[in-house]
């Protein structure tokens, strides 16, 4: 039995049957090497221990969350937990513990990952920083083994373990900044040396950047915008809660996008990195979010589901009742177009490497403003012409990939750095015909 | 508990560093939330362990662990020593540190009744009337209320001889409402955005007095349904004080971290536009801009006793009559910029390393009120609430949404209006304050969600500020 399951077995039989109950507990460790100025700077790593417990006792529902794991610890979680639920007032839309059910055997664990010495870390990052040449580099090297584990009074358990390695950083000419992202399951897919050399060919072609008009044009962007505009899709909009309370864009079953847009969020698939279950014991599978266009689904915890009339689809965590659940393992379709490919049909455009601080204006309509950051360019007869000066935008991100605008799919698909992080979404490039660009950052 | 530090300590001098510290944290929290007068949630949290932290040539390397027996607290500091040396496969210049009183002290926040000790009975009991206040108005379909309170309990210990415990105590709630539209939604917030937070105990609710707020925010959000849209243009803009703290945060905070500065930040969050060889002449703002980092300022949510460095809590003056003159630092990136040490310097639990952080970065009053800055404008608008902020990673351009706003005309407030956003780039933004109302409108506006560092850590900063009008600023940019 793992270390988890121990814990997550103790908590769920000393409730007993005084409520309803269910635990998921983590163990793990996660470290982060972080360098600037072409040095390591931040270098941390530490051992967690989590668990989380709900309880509902008479459809009072409280939860409590701890990282100590004796005897006497957990009693005091669990005792604290019903006597938080005591004092509540009973919550009529309690959608109860989910059943026992098969949770698909997948791990997402590279065995060379699960105990990465700080040696490596910084080992990828050197290599990083070399293939500057010179340049200034900054970012991080990170690596993490989790193990996680479900249990519930109604005698469902599931485990879980996973392993993840990124490397992000940028190389800066003193005008300029290019970045570059690798993530995967294993560490040693992490390649610093051609992050890094990425990151620095882009630093250099943003020297001697000019300023160009707001206003629309067409756009070449990486797969960190196209994961950046679909993980705000999937928070703000694809959340089940979101939907109950009209705050999102969703239709089902209406042509919302492009017909060359898929979503789906996948954490099964080889070479992710998603948990088979989530916080509530409910397995994951497959759910397709987006087809040919069409919105087609909608991520759902128990709490969702029941209000909507439909069934979870495995999307809680511990907090879904207050920010509603997300899909968080996504993966958009790509083409068979290069980057090279989408750049050459544009006449007259701009390529943008990644965006920042995008923040959203309205939820129903999608309209979210950011900038871009690490490399814009101007595209002009098919070619790179010259770097372009940060950009702001103010832009609907469902139009963004709606019908007429998405002219061209990349094949480059892969794990992207966005706006809420690493390891949520696979993406390519994407060619649209329209992005609103509403000001320059220097004015 | 200063022996589970000082163990961590040993092991990391042991393992050998040539400093270490190590900081003990016991953390208790809870989250009410309540949505259209039925609790949503209820959560409680408890954490506890040790992070210790090794200096090792010119390179740190820190290990934080919840196991907190003898054996786990020496290794965890010979780990942390372990990554140091691991540093300097990519070593970086000496990391000299600043020096600082070496201290044995102890800090509570003042307080009057911990939050905690609250009933949850009361506290339900409160959010599920203001919600149900708020629902009864037409075209509400979202009545929410929260409650939030952390308590803190630290013990530091340095190789250097520090010894300091602190209680830190912080409340905060807020609650807001939401119409929706056929293809809109509109919100309006109670105190501001995401809630009020500040130190100190349930006191600070009761003060906010939320129930006799509740029926104007509902009755706001459903009149902006039917309000005009925000006018694009150049205008006189008026900020009330939450908004102006934000601005305050995002455009001055964030730029004047001394991490940002030299670049330590360059990769995530961003550097900074300011430079230090300009510190002492470059021009911020109008003559009306007085900033100060004040960590003492009673109530504010950015105060405390000593930062995590063990360095004492102090008022350092940042931009004055709008020249700009102060950083915020700790022992480390000060000394490296010949600058006295800001305590500054906090991490967000015992398993995050201490960086650089706000404190109460606040705007000073001015002599005029809200009031005079409307009677004496002749056509402008008035902002209020923060709906949504973005800026860029040189905290130069920046573009902020409020919930709600007004037009004035003539000097009188006119007609309501919806989707109110504004633009524009920080010094010549902030050369446009032209008034700023006094103290009896100086309100120690608190931010319980600043985001920053890798792994991100989540900081508790405060903002004082007063209304304050902008001469000419470009207001609705749109979509």
């Known amino acids: ?443 | 508990m200063f022996e589970l530090a000082e163990k961590a300590v040993e092991g990391a001098l042991a393992a050998g560093a040539k400093y270490a510290d190590a900081r003990f944290v016991e953390g208790r929290g809870e989250a009410i939330e309540v949505l259209n007068g039925r609790v949503q949630s209820v959560d409680r949290n408890e954490s506890a362990g040790v992070g210790v932290r090794a200096l090792v040539g010119s390179s740190w390397g820190f290990f934080a662990t919840p196991d907190t027996s003898d054996a786990a607290l020496r290794h965890a500091g010979e780990r942390a020593a372990q990554i140091a040396r691991a540093s300097a496969v990519a070593p970086g210049d000496p990391m000299p540190l600043a020096d600082v009183p070496v201290v044995q002290a102890n800090y509570e926040t003042p307080h009057q009744e911990p939050s905690l000790d609250v009933s949850l009975s009361e506290k339900v009991d409160l959010l599920v009337g203001v919600t149900e206040t708020m629902q009864a108005v037409d075209q509400i379909r979202l009545a929410r209320g929260s409650l939030g309170a952390w308590d803190t309990r630290k013990w530091f210990v340095s190789s250097q001889g520090h010894r300091i415990s602190q209680h830190l105590v912080e409340t905060g709630g807020g609650f807001a409402a939401t119409a929706v539209g056929e293809a809109e939604t509109q919100r309006r917030s109670y105190p501001q955005s995401f809630g009020q937070y500040e130190t100190g105990g349930y006191e600070v609710i009761r003060r906010w007095d939320f129930a006799a707020n509740a029926g104007r925010i509902a009755e706001e959000a459903a009149a902006l349904l039917g309000a005009a849209d925000c006018p694009e243009g150049e205008e006189t803009l008026i900020l009330e004080g939450s908004q102006l703290a934000l601005q305050i945060h995002e455009s001055v905070g964030h730029a004047i971290e001394l991490d940002r500065i030299l670049g330590w930040e360059a990769a995530f969050a961003g550097t900074s536009h300011l430079e230090l060889p300009k510190l002492g002449t470059h021009k911020y703002g109008s003559p009306l801009m007085n900033i100060t980092a004040d960590a003492t300022l009673p109530g504010a949510l950015g105060s405390f006793g000593y930062d995590d460095e063990g360095t004492p809590a102090q008022r350092v003056a940042i931009v004055d009559e709008g020249i700009w003159v102060g950083v915020l630092s700790g022992r480390d990136s000060a000394s490296i910029a010949s600058l006295p040490p800001g305590g500054m310097v906090r991490a967000d639990g015992f398993n995050r390393l201490p960086m650089v952080r706000m404190t109460n970065v606040g705007l000073l009053p001015g002599d005029s009120s809200l009031d005079e800055m409307i009677a004496e404008t002749e056509d402008g608008i008035l902002m209020s609430t923060n709906r949504s902020w973005s800026i860029d990673d040189k905290r130069l351009n920046f573009q902020f949404g409020c919930e709600i706003g007004w037009e004035i005309k003539n000097g009188k407030r006119g007609k309501m209006i919806k989707n109110p956003t504004y633009t524009g780039i920080t010094p010549k933004f902030w050369a446009q304050l032209d008034m700023l109302a006094g103290e009896s409108e100086w309100v120690h506006w608190g931010t319980p969600n600043c985001g920053k560092g890798q792994p991100m850590q989540v900081a508790h900063t405060g903002h004082s500020a007063s209304p304050g009008r902008f001469g000419t600023v470009r207001v609705g940019v749109r979509g």
């Open chain 1, 1 to 443: 039995m793992t270390k988890s399951l121990d814990i997550a077995r103790r908590v769920i039989e000393m409730v007993g049957d005084r409520a309803e109950a269910e635990a998921v507990a983590t163990t793990g460790r996660q470290a982060l090497t972080r360098f600037a100025n072409s040095f390591i700077h931040q270098n941390v790593s530490e051992d967690t221990v989590e668990v989380w417990l709900r309880v509902a006792a008479d459809g009072r529902v409280a939860a409590l969350q701890g990282n100590r794991v004796d005897d006497a610890s957990l009693k005091r979680l669990v005792d604290g937990a019903l006597e938080a639920a005591s004092l509540q007032p009973r919550d009529e839309e309690w959608p109860g513990i989910a059943p026992k059910a098969k949770v698909p055997k997948i791990r997402h664990v590279d065995p060379g990952t699960t105990d990465v010495v700080p040696e490596q870390r910084a080992s990828l990052v050197r290599d990083f920083i070399d293939a500057g040449e010179g340049l200034s580099a900054a970012g991080y090297c990170d690596t993490s083994f989790n193990e996680r584990s479900f249990v519930n009074s109604a005698g469902q358990e599931a485990t879980a373990d996973d392993t993840r390695a990124s490397i992000d950083g940028i190389h800066q000419t003193g005008e300029s900044a290019g970045s570059a992202h690798q993530t995967s399951v294993s560490i040693g897919d992490i390649d610093g040396g051609a992050a890094g050399t990425l990151a620095a060919e882009r630093a250099r072609m943003g020297m001697n950047a000019y300023d160009t008009k707001p206003g629309d044009y067409e756009v070449v962007l990486s797969p960190e915008c196209v994961a950046s505009i679909v993980i705000f899709l999937s928070v703000y909009g694809f959340s089940g809660k979101a939907v109950n309370e009209g705050q999102s864009f969703v239709e089902l079953g209406k042509a919302q996008f492009g017909p060359r847009i898929m979503i789906t969020d996948d954490p099964l698939s080889k070479g992710g990195l998603g948990v088979p279950f989530d916080t509530e014991g409910t397995p994951k599978r497959q759910l397709e979010l987006v087809a040919n266009g069409v919105t087609s689904g909608v991520a759902h915890d128990r709490r969702s589901a029941k209000t909507a009339g439909a069934e979870s689809t495995g999307h809680a965590h511990p907090q879904s009742a207050v920010w509603g659940p997300v899909a968080a393992d996504l993966v958009v379709g790509g083409g068979s177009e290069s980057v090279e490919d989408l750049i050459a049909a544009v006449d007259r455009g701009i390529y943008v490497a990644t965006f920042n601080y995008c923040r959203i204006l309205d939820p129903k309509t999608q309209v979210v403003t950011g900038l871009t950051r690490n490399g814009t360019f101007m595209i002009e007869n098919g070619k790179i012409t010259g770097a372009l000066t940060g950009l702001r935008f103010t832009q609907s991100f469902v139009a963004a990939l709606g019908d007429g605008n998405v002219l061209g799919l990349g094949d480059d698909t892969r794990y992207a750095d966005s706006e809420f992080g690493a390891g949520f979404v696979r993406a390519p490039s994407m060619r649209l015909a329209s992005w609103h660009f509403t000001g320059g950052t220097e004015g």
